[in-house]
Structures are given as C-alpha cells and as structure tokens.
Nanobody, 123 residues
Framework: QVQLVESGGGLVQAGGSLRLSCVAS????????MGWFRQAPGKEREFVAG????????YYADSVKGRFTISRDNAKNTVYLQMNSLLPEDTAVYYC????????????????WGQGTRVTVSS
C-alpha cells in the first residue's frame, strides 16, 4: 500500500498550462503502474493517463493525447502530469492512483488513491 498526495492544481485560463505532482510514500513506488484520473462535477471518474513501473510505457485518453504528458521519477517517488493547451472541459478534480497491474485504465484495478487536486480552466 502507498499513500499518495497530489498538488499543483489551480485556476488557469484556457490555453494555459499546469503541472500536477503526486508524491508517494513507501519503498515500493517503482513497482506500481501509476495513473491519473479526473472527475468533473456530475460525471464519473475517468482515466486520463498512465505510466508503467519504470516509465518506459505511457498511455493516454484520446481527449488528452498531444496535450498532456505523464512522467515519473522513481528516485523521488513522484509522478507528474504536465497539462498544456488546457480547455474548459478539462476542469475537474484530478486524482493519482497506484496499481500493481500492468497498464490498466479502469478505476477498480487501482488499489490506492490520493485525495485529489482541483483544476479549473476558465474560458
């Protein structure tokens, strides 16, 4: 089990950028697939991006491809989400999550979750 703490959310204008960070506790961070999810008001939580244990593989929701980049630094127990060209529809609470399974995109396959960080994109 890992504890996850997200940061970096805030208010930004459309077209702007934000970088989210998620710091994990524990010694086994490098054995987890890490994912970012988001949940907008009145909507279900959805997958945004994921990264494999050592960062060699990444995958994205179609809605963010080419705009968002996920990365990780296992020495710092941290996963990042660089978000560029933000759109109002990117407004949501963003969560990072950890899974022992390989490159999964569904919420129920992630075992540990952070508390979320809010991103608001104004038009």
């Amino acid at each position: 089990q890992v504890q996850l703490v997200e940061s970096g959310g805030g208010l930004v204008q459309a077209g702007g950028s934000l970088r989210l960070s998620c710091v994990a506790s524990g010694r086994t961070f490098g054995s987890y697939t890490m994912g970012w999810f988001r949940q907008a008001p009145g909507k279900e939580r959805e997958f945004v991006a994921g990264i494999s244990w050592r960062g060699g593989s990444t995958y994205y929701a179609d809605s963010v491809k080419g705009r968002f980049t996920i990365s990780r630094d296992n020495a710092k127990n941290t996963v990042y989400l660089q978000m560029n060209s933000l759109l109002p529809e990117d407004t949501a609470v963003y969560y990072c999550a950890a899974s022992h399974q390989w490159l999964v995109t569904t919420t129920h396959l992630y075992e540990d979750w952070g508390q979320g960080t809010r991103v608001t994109v104004s038009s």
